[in-house]
């Protein structure tokens, strides 16, 4: 069993009601609150119906992307690190994430110096790969590396393009081995070690999809990858992620998945 797809909680935030304001690229107008939030209990419920215990933290008005958690932090097998996101207004998520993590685990580092948003991360059987991003320098990678390579994780920087918000935002991890992919990431080369199943040209937002156990949690309304992904075996729960899509968000932003030390 793949420890980067197999685990036993998953932390996620209620949506704030501010998250009408959160980030977004491109302004196709802000997400709906009310839905965003029946969108978000369809999510958890996902999750614990793949067997994950649910630790489901207050919305933190202050912070309108909080939702995203995954971007605060990064839980590994061996401890979890706070992490700096590069983005100003969300900075502050991490130090609200902290005494979850510090509740859950031994051993939780800081990411001290420069910026690195968990959506950049993606952590496989093999290795850790972080792509540097307009969230994510060099001197954030040095030191989550400088935490990291101690507990015995191989860590490689890559550079996610420059048109796309986050590594993850065009990748999402199927099993150990196989990851799912965007031609134009797939197409930097960065997964040469790995197995790939390509997006169809035109869903490219259903990338960030997120194992959890033996299902996917995926993103509902882009069927060619869905079938896709079917075919080669996998189980699919679909999921409408519609409102999160209006600010950057998807699947494996949604939540952090971890299974507490023995
Ligand atoms: C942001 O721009 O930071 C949020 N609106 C979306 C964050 C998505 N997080 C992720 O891909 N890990």
Excluded at 10 to 26: E, F, K, N
Aim: net charge negative.
């Amino acid at each position: 069993m793949s420890s980067a797809t197999t685990f036993t909680h998953a932390i996620v935030r209620a949506p704030a009601a501010s998250v009408t304001d959160g980030l977004r690229a491109v302004d196709t107008g802000a997400p709906d609150a009310g839905q965003f939030a029946d969108d978000h209990a369809a999510y958890v419920a996902a999750l614990r119906t793949a067997g994950a215990e649910v630790i489901a933290l207050p919305a933190l008005d202050n912070f309108p992307d909080s939702v995203f958690v995954e971007d605060a932090a990064l839980c590994l097998p061996d401890g979890a690190v706070v992490l700096r996101p590069g983005a100003p207004s969300r900075l502050g998520e991490a130090a609200a994430m902290a005494p979850t993590l510090r509740d859950a685990y031994e051993r939780v580092a800081t990411v001290e110096r420069g910026f690195v948003e968990g959506g950049d991360i993606l952590v496989t059987d093999r290795d850790i790969l972080v792509g540097l991003s307009a969230r994510t320098d060099r001197e954030g990678v040095a030191s989550l590396r400088a935490i990291v390579e101690p507990w015995g994780y191989i860590l490689r920087e890559l550079q996610t393009p420059p048109e796309i918000l986050h590594f993850k935002t065009d990748c999402g991890l199927l099993d150990g081995e196989t990851v799912l992919a965007t031609e134009r990431l797939a197409a930097s080369g960065c997964f040469a070690e790995y197995r790939v199943i390509t997006v169809e040209p035109g869903e490219e937002a259903c990338a960030n999809c997120v194992r959890f156990n033996d299902t996917i949690l995926f993103p509902r309304g882009f069927p060619i990858t869905a079938t896709r992904l079917r075919d080669a075996g996998y189980d699919l729960t679909e999921l409408p992620n519609e409102q999160a899509a209006k600010v950057d968000g998807g699947m494996s932003c949604l939540s952090l998945r971890f299974s507490p030390p023995r």
